[in-house]
């Protein structure tokens, strides 16, 4: 068959071509150092593997209701009531377990988003968010913002119009890792309801930031979030997933948590599309919520010392807060673009990502720090002696 001419303009406006090059490059080098993964280098907790091995030996095998099985929609409900203060049971907001957070990022943008609809993402972003407005006929908005990595209310209000359904944050976030302040959180959150429109908060690195970002409140510590402010159930759709913290991205397991007509709207999508996230993995995740991962995020907050000690005396880093992302600078002196960089760096057998496979610019590159300490340390080292022009 002839294909040229063939495919919807939905799919031939998506390309994944920065991204798959560096991929393709990256697959002749032998045994690289690795800094472009974006997943854990942790083993999934034992209680999680158990509780997902019984249940494939229970035969829990067939699809599930469409917004997750009882049990870990209990467990859920019960850590939202923990950390936002979200009673699910009382009806003060709905919740549906996703084909992870990607299943639950396109959901919403389906259930949201029509043809001359805006949708105010930042720049950088997780790469899939300009896609999501196109796949649904819609246009992203590109909140510019470098060179601090915060999407501030100052800085996303000038690109609302009456096209804008919703504002998309991300904190912690990708690639930047930067975790924004609880002032930032009420102040966009203000914005949005101001506007009369929806803010949707990826968050699925929040337990994957460092104790010095938290916000302290009544004697807890938990990352800022907009969700968490006086009705903000009725206004922030939170998407939240398991993969990062628990070492198991290929679960695919997300969910999401926000007003009831919205959740339905987005569980009826998936009805349609993804029927269910894994029963096996919903399985395992009901046992993650009594999984405490805090030695595992300080060994990574340590990572983090050493990698932005090393390149800040090279370049400008904006300070993550989370995950386990840096974006430097490519020092300007230099006089190359992200990409050449990287193509530097991969001659001295070292793997990254260039910044414009996550942004309109390409004057950064990310890094990754879920990789072993000496690996790191090592290629550190190299990307730090290329910064300064060797
Ligand atoms: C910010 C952000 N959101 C969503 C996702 C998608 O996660 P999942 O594997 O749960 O679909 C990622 C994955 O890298 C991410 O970085």
């Not at 609809?117 to 590109?142: H, K, M, N, Q, T």
């Not at 006089?335 to 991969?346: S, W």
């Amino acid at each position: 068959m002839d294909f040229s001419g063939f495919f919807s303009e939905r799919a031939s406006s998506i390309d994944t071509s920065g991204i798959r090059r560096i991929f393709h490059l990256g697959a002749h080098m032998k045994d690289p150092i690795n800094l472009s993964i974006g997943q854990p280098d942790f083993p999934v907790p034992d209680a999680i593997k158990r509780a997902a091995i019984d249940a494939i030996n229970n035969d829990h095998n067939g699809y599930t209701l469409t917004q997750g099985i009882p049990e870990l929609r209990a467990a859920i409900s019960k850590h939202l009531m923990d950390d936002l203060g979200w009673d699910i049971d009382r009806g003060d907001a709905s919740i549906a377990v996703t084909g992870g957070t990607s299943g639950a990022l396109l959901c919403a943008a389906l259930a949201t988003l029509g043809p001359g609809d805006e949708a105010v993402i930042p720049d950088p972003y997780f790469v899939l968010y300009p896609s999501l407005p196109i796949l649904c006929g819609a246009r992203p908005v590109l909140c510019d913002t470098y060179p601090d990595f915060r999407m501030t209310a100052e800085r996303v209000e000038p690109l609302i119009t009456s096209k804008t359904k919703f504002v998309l944050v991300c904190s912690p976030s990708n690639p930047c890792g930067v975790v924004n302040s609880r002032q930032e959180c009420e102040d966009l959150l203000d914005l949005c309801r101001r506007k009369n429109i929806l803010l949707i908060s990826d968050e699925i690195y929040d337990e994957f930031t460092f104790p010095e970002f938290h916000d302290i409140r009544a004697g807890r510590s938990q990352s800022p979030s907009p969700a968490r402010f006086d009705g903000a159930n009725e206004d922030v759709l939170v998407i939240r997933g398991f993969g990062k913290t628990y070492g198991c991205t290929g679960w695919r397991m997300g969910y999401v948590a926000g007003p009831t007509p919205l959740v339905d709207q987005i569980a009826k999508l998936q009805q349609y599309s993804f029927v269910c996230a894994p029963s096996i993995a919903q399985w395992g995740c009901v046992a993650a919520f009594g999984v405490d991962q805090t030695e595992t995020v300080l060994r990574y907050q340590k990572r983090r010392d050493m990698v932005v000690g090393a390149l800040r005396e090279h370049t400008n880093v904006a300070t993550p807060g989370g995950a386990f992302y840096v974006f430097p600078e490519i020092p300007p002196s230099l006089g190359i673009t992200g990409r050449q960089f990287v193509e530097r760096a991969i001659e001295r057998n070292v793997l990254t990502i260039p910044g414009n496979v996550f942004s309109k610019r390409d004057t950064h590159v990310r890094l990754s720090y879920a990789t072993d300490e000496a690996k790191l340390e090592r290629g550190v080292e190299i990307l730090c002696d290329l910064m300064q022009g060797n």
